[in-house]
């Protein structure tokens, strides 16, 4: 477990081992998500979507496919994805 203090101005220094693990560099972005469990995560921006699938996923209810989401996208948006 690491731990570091937070300044007067909200700021933070990652330990040495989180950014070699995380692959950050200076001017690296994070994101930080609280889950359902109210526990804060963070996550580097500089890594591909499909590396991050599944790390949210909530006990008993089923994953959602690609298909699936893409379907909700385009129901949202009042468009088709099909080609023509």
Do not use: Y
Not at 43 to 52: C, D, H, I, S
Request: glycine share 6%.
């Amino acid at each position: 477990m690491f731990s570091t203090t937070v300044t007067d101005t909200g700021q933070i220094t990652l330990p040495e081992e989180i950014r070699e693990h995380l692959n950050l560099v200076s001017g690296s972005r994070v994101e930080f998500v609280i889950d359902e469990d109210g526990q804060v995560k963070m996550f580097p921006l500089n890594v591909p979507v499909e590396t991050l699938s599944g790390i949210l996923h909530r006990p008993g209810k089923v994953p959602a496919t690609l298909e699936d989401m893409e379907s909700a996208i385009s129901e949202r948006a009042n468009i088709s994805l099909e080609v023509v």
